[in-house]
C-alpha cells in the first residue's frame, strides 16, 4: 500500500507562485513516475502535469511554461512549481502514482488563486 500526503496549497493572487509537495510512504516515484491532477468545482479532475519513472515530463497545454513537475528521490517527493498562477487554476490539486494496476491518490491540497 502506497501512501501519499500533498502540501503546499493556499491562496495566491492571480501572477503569484506556489509549489507543491507530495510526499510518498516509498521510493514509487522512481519506480513507477507520478501525476498531478487538479479537479475545479463541478469539473471532472484533469491531469495536469506527468513524470514517467525515467524522468521524461508531459504538460496539460492550459500550464504549459507556467508549471514545472519535479521529483527528489531521496526524499521520496514529487513536485509542481505553479508560476504566472490564473483563477482558472483553482482547484483541489492532487498526486498519482500506481503500482502492480493500482492507482494510489494523495488527499488533495486546495489551491485558491484571486484575481
Known amino acids: 500500500q502506497v501512501q501519499l500526503a500533498e502540501s503546499g496549497g493556499g491562496l495566491v493572487q492571480a501572477g503569484g507562485s506556489l509549489r507543491l509537495s507530495c510526499v510518498a510512504s516509498?521510493?514509487?516515484?522512481?519506480?513507477?513516475?507520478g501525476n498531478w491532477y487538479r479537479q475545479a468545482p463541478g469539473k471532472q479532475r484533469e491531469l495536469v502535469a506527468a513524470?514517467?519513472?525515467?524522468?521524461?515530463?508531459n504538460y496539460a497545454d492550459s500550464v504549459k511554461g507556467r508549471f514545472t513537475i519535479s521529483r527528489d528521490n531521496a526524499k521520496n517527493t514529487m513536485y509542481l512549481q505553479m508560476n504566472s498562477l490564473k483563477p482558472e487554476d483553482t482547484a483541489v490539486y492532487y498526486c498519482n502514482t500506481w503500482s502492480r494496476l493500482v492507482n494510489f491518490w494523495g488527499q488533495g491540497t486546495q489551491v485558491t488563486v484571486s484575481s
Open positions: 516509498g521510493s514509487i516515484f522512481s519506480i513507477s513516475g
Open positions: 513524470m514517467s519513472s525515467g524522468g521524461s515530463t
